[in-house]
Structure formats: structure tokens, C-alpha cells
């Protein structure tokens, strides 16, 4: 079966610290893969997708970028966060976008202090 | 530009029926998806539209009109863990991104 893992699930950082959001995906092969970000009570912002390994587009303008090193891992990073970085980030995979729809990861809480 | 509408915030009464509607537009179209989420937690799919017409799955059904960019989502018999937050996402078609709404907080009361 497909399953989806993201990590960690909580996370506290303070002004100009790094990130690194890792998502993998198992069970299936050459997926899409998305990272959405979800600020409190708003929708989910598309932040990242990619189609293949080393292709990436970037949705908004940000501090953010997101890389894709192998098939089925899609990592998420800032070399500096800002305040304005925190919030609900959601990996997701889909494979035809269908009917079978996209695959959520369970999500990481990212709080920059 | 990429545009879908919600409203932000409904209640209803448990027992009672609920119909959220969603309008949309976007530069391509390959479905309508409508997702449920809990307080922060991941959002769970609740139903697919492609074709024009009404897809029910139990207490859940979900309608689509391509040509007014409209859809809806019904919940019959409602129940306290109703209470959520339901997304309205499209599938834009061109690279299969999945873009959403603002959601709306669906709030059920004894």
C-alpha cells in the first residue's frame, strides 16, 4: 500500500535558524509531489511542486526552497527563517490526480520564535 | 488568475442538512476535489467531481457544474463530529496541481 511519512511533526526554531522538512513516499513510483503551507485558520497555500527527481517549481516567492534528491523524497528548506515562516506545512502526493485524489502526510506545526 | 470562493463560516444543528457551496476559476480544469479537516490535522478526501452531476457517498454528496464553475457539498443527518473545517480544491489541469480554497469552518450545534 502507498504510504506517506513527514517529519517531525512539531517544531520550534528561533529567527535565522535554518530548516529542513523531509517527506518520503512509499508504495508507488515517479509520484507528483507538493508542499503546501497552511497559515491558522487560512486554506492551503502551494508552496513546491515536482514532477520528476531535480524538478522543482516554486509556486510564490519566498524564503523557501525545496529540492528533490531521489524519486519518492522531497525535502523542504530556508537557510534563514523568518517570523512570518510559521505555520501548518503539508507534504502531498499524487499520482494520475484523479479520482484517487492526493495523499496528505500528517503535517509539521512550524513555529518560528 | 486561479480563483476559489468559500464562505468562511456556516452552523448548523445536528440532525439537520448542510450544503456548502464552492465557486471556482481557474485557467484549466481536471476536477473538483472536497476534503474535511479536523484542527490541525491533515485533510482527508471526501469526494471527486470530474463530470457535471451530483456523487453521493453516504451521509456525503458532492455536485458539479462546469459551466457556471459551481460546486456543492451536502451533508445530510449531521453529526457533532461534523464539526470542521471543508476544502474545496481544483485540479488545474495543466501539471495536476491541486489548488485550494480558503476552506470553510463548519461549525455543529446540539
Known amino acids: 500500500s502507498q504510504t506517506i511519512h513527514q517529519w517531525p511533526a512539531t517544531l520550534v526554531q528561533p529567527v535565522g535558524s535554518p530548516l529542513s522538512l523531509e517527506c518520503t513516499v512509499e508504495?508507488?513510483?515517479?509520484?507528483?509531489l507538493y508542499w503546501y503551507r497552511q497559515a491558522a485558520g487560512r486554506g492551503l497555500q502551494l508552496l513546491f511542486y515536482?514532477?520528476?527527481?531535480?524538478?522543482i517549481s516554486s509556486e510564490v516567492p519566498q524564503n523557501l526552497s525545496a529540492s528533490r534528491p531521489q524519486d519518492r523524497q522531497f525535502i523542504l528548506s530556508s537557510k534563514k527563517l523568518l517570523l512570518s515562516d510559521s505555520g501548518f506545512y503539508l507534504c502531498a502526493w499524487s499520482v494520475s490526480g484523479g479520482p484517487n485524489g492526493y495523499t496528505f502526510g500528517s503535517g509539521t506545526r512550524l513555529t518560528v520564535v | 488568475g486561479q480563483n476559489i470562493d468559500q464562505p468562511t463560516e456556516m452552523t448548523a444543528t445536528e440532525g439537520a442538512i448542510v450544503q456548502i457551496n464552492c465557486t471556482y476559476q481557474?485557467?484549466?480544469?481536471?476536477?473538483l476535489f472536497w476534503y474535511q479537516q479536523h484542527a490541525g490535522e491533515a485533510p482527508t478526501f471526501l469526494s471527486y467531481n470530474v463530470l457535471d452531476g451530483l456523487e453521493e457517498k453516504g451521509r456525503f454528496s458532492s455536485f458539479l457544474s462546469r459551466s457556471k464553475g459551481y460546486s456543492y457539498l451536502l451533508l445530510k443527518e449531521l453529526q457533532m463530529k461534523d464539526s470542521a473545517s471543508y476544502l474545496c480544491a481544483v485540479n488545474d489541469g495543466a501539471t495536476n496541481k491541486l489548488i485550494f480554497g480558503t476552506g470553510t469552518l463548519l461549525a455543529v450545534q446540539p
Open positions: 508504495g508507488t513510483s515517479n509520484p507528483n
Open positions: 515536482s514532477v520528476g527527481i531535480g524538478q
Open positions: 481557474t485557467s484549466g480544469f481536471n476536477g
